[in-house]
C-alpha cells in the first residue's frame, strides 16, 4: 500500500508560479511511474503529467507543455510539479498518482491516489 500526500497549492496570480510536491509512502518508490492530474469544478479529470520510474521519461499534456516540468527524487520518494506562467484555467484540484507500472495518460493506470491539492489562479 502506498500513501501520497499533496502540497504546495494555494492561491497564485496568472502569471505566477506554485511548485507542488508529493511525498510516497513504502520502500519502492524509484519502481512507481508516478503522475499528476486535476480536476476542475464542473469538469472531468484530466491528465497533467506524469515521470516513468527507472528511465524517468517524462510526458505532458499539451496545454501545459513548456509551462510545467515535472521531477522527482527518488532518496526522498518525492515528486514535484514546477508550475510557470499559470493561467485562470489551470485552476483545478491537482492529484498526484502512483503506478506499479509505466502509468500513461490515463487515471485507471494508476493504482495509488492522493486526497489532492487546491490550484488557484485568479485573473
Known amino acids: 500500500q502506498v500513501q501520497l500526500v499533496e502540497s504546495g497549492g494555494g492561491l497564485v496570480q496568472a502569471e505566477g508560479s506554485l511548485r507542488l510536491s508529493c511525498v510516497a509512502s513504502?520502500?519502492?518508490?524509484?519502481?512507481?511511474?508516478m503522475g499528476w492530474f486535476r480536476q476542475a469544478p464542473g469538469k472531468e479529470r484530466e491528465f497533467v503529467s506524469s515521470?516513468?520510474?527507472?528511465?524517468?521519461?517524462?510526458s505532458y499534456a499539451d496545454s501545459v507543455k513548456g509551462r510545467f516540468t515535472i521531477s522527482r527524487d527518488n532518496a526522498k520518494n518525492t515528486v514535484y510539479l514546477q508550475m510557470n506562467s499559470l493561467k485562470p484555467e489551470d485552476t483545478a484540484v491537482y492529484y498526484c498518482?502512483?503506478?506499479?507500472?509505466?502509468?500513461?495518460?490515463?487515471?485507471?493506470?494508476?493504482?495509488?491516489w492522493g486526497q489532492g491539492t487546491q490550484v488557484t489562479v485568479s485573473s
Open positions: 498518482t502512483a503506478s506499479r507500472y509505466s502509468g500513461g495518460t490515463l487515471g485507471n493506470g494508476y493504482d495509488y
Open positions: 515521470i516513468r520510474g527507472s528511465s524517468g521519461i517524462t
Open positions: 513504502g520502500r519502492a518508490f524509484s519502481t512507481y511511474a
